[in-house]
């Protein structure tokens, strides 16, 4: 007991000050796109072929996030002349509109919902459902409940049962198997509820758009109410959404 102490008094406050303080990521991680107008068309195009999702609009000259899995190819194929990849994790929004971008974000604070603000601001509980995910966007969210994030510490709890929640957090393209059961959940919270989708899978259908055994996008079944992109998003994206929004 006294040597757990000591190695705990060792190792001092682990717990991230984010918001108040900003965070450096990883030199190699890809947030927020930054792209460049004046690239030549053949460049755009060969950027809107390579990429795997679907994600640029050659004629507008836009990435839509909703798609995007954040892989880079579009900044290895431009050598950052088209496309290159900012360290910006504050990437959600709460149209899915906005989820296109040229570069710039509309504010996820200028579009919160003020009566969510008097609800849950001191508290809110959560149930996680994964619609068939591969459990990356889970893993990355189940992070936010260790030392370092301390999610608790913001009033913000996942908890087990839909009738102990204020809303849903889903990831997964939901499968066709799993849709009922994503349905029932949300009907079995208590209203007034939120509903927050998580990752490309959940936002479009990700790499599995197409398929139909899947559903492209969950704001096709539910009301959404805050969009989280990202492949998986990052747990700091994942915690900026949360506070931005609800808080």
Same mark, same amino acid.
């Given at each position: 007991?006294?040597?757990?102490?000591?190695?705990?008094?060792?190792?001092?406050?682990r717990?991230?000050?984010?918001?108040?303080?900003?965070? &450096?990521?990883? &030199?190699?991680?890809?947030?927020?796109?930054?792209?460049?107008?004046?690239?030549?068309?053949?460049?755009?195009?060969?950027?809107?072929?390579?990429?795997?999702?679907?994600?640029?609009?050659?004629?507008?000259?836009?990435?839509?996030?909703?798609?995007?899995?954040?892989?880079?190819?579009?900044?290895r194929?431009?050598?950052?002349?088209?496309?290159s990849?900012?360290?910006?994790?504050?990437?959600?929004?709460?149209?899915?509109?906005?989820?296109?971008?040229?570069?710039?974000?509309?504010?996820?604070?200028?579009?919160?919902?003020?009566h969510?603000?008097?609800?849950?601001?001191?508290?809110?509980?959560?149930?996680?459902?994964?619609?068939?995910?591969?459990?990356a966007?889970?893993?990355?969210?189940?992070?936010?409940?260790?030392?370092?994030? %301390?999610?608790?510490?913001?009033?913000?709890?996942?908890?087990?049962?839909?009738?102990h929640?204020?809303?849903?957090?889903?990831?997964?393209?939901?499968?066709?198997?799993?849709?009922?059961?994503?349905?029932?959940?949300?009907?079995?919270?208590?209203?007034?509820?939120?509903?927050?989708?998580?990752?490309?899978?959940?936002?479009?259908?990700?790499?599995?758009?197409?398929?139909?055994?899947?559903?492209?996008?969950? %704001?096709?079944?539910?009301?959404?109410?805050?969009?989280?992109?990202?492949c998986?998003?990052?747990?700091?994206?994942n915690?900026?959404?949360?506070?931005?929004?609800?808080?």
């Amino acid at each position: 007991m006294l040597n757990t102490l000591k190695n705990r008094f060792e190792q001092g406050y682990r717990t991230t000050r984010y918001p108040k303080e900003k965070i &450096e990521l990883w &030199e190699r991680y890809r947030g927020l796109p930054k792209i460049n107008k004046d690239a030549s068309i053949d460049l755009v195009e060969q950027c809107a072929q390579a990429c795997p999702q679907d994600a640029i609009d050659v004629a507008n000259r836009v990435i839509d996030m909703g798609r995007c899995i954040f892989c880079g190819t579009c900044e290895r194929i431009s050598e950052g002349r088209f496309v290159s990849f900012t360290q910006n994790f504050e990437i959600s929004v709460a149209e899915k509109k906005h989820l296109l971008t040229d570069g710039t974000l509309s504010s996820l604070a200028d579009h919160s919902k003020q009566h969510f603000k008097k609800l849950f601001g001191r508290s809110l509980q959560l149930r996680q459902v994964s619609a068939a995910g591969c459990n990356a966007c889970e893993a990355d969210l189940n992070v936010l409940a260790t030392p370092f994030f %301390d999610l608790a510490r913001f009033g913000i709890n996942f908890v087990a049962s839909p009738r102990h929640s204020d809303g849903i957090v889903v990831t997964g393209p939901i499968s066709r198997n799993m849709k009922t059961a994503l349905l029932k959940t949300y009907e079995a919270v208590p209203d007034p509820k939120v509903v927050i989708a998580v990752g490309s899978c959940t936002l479009t259908g990700g790499p599995f758009r197409g398929s139909p055994e899947i559903t492209e996008g969950l %704001d096709s079944l539910l009301p959404v109410d805050l969009f989280i992109p990202g492949c998986p998003p990052h747990p700091l994206t994942n915690l900026h959404a949360l506070l931005t929004y609800f808080k």
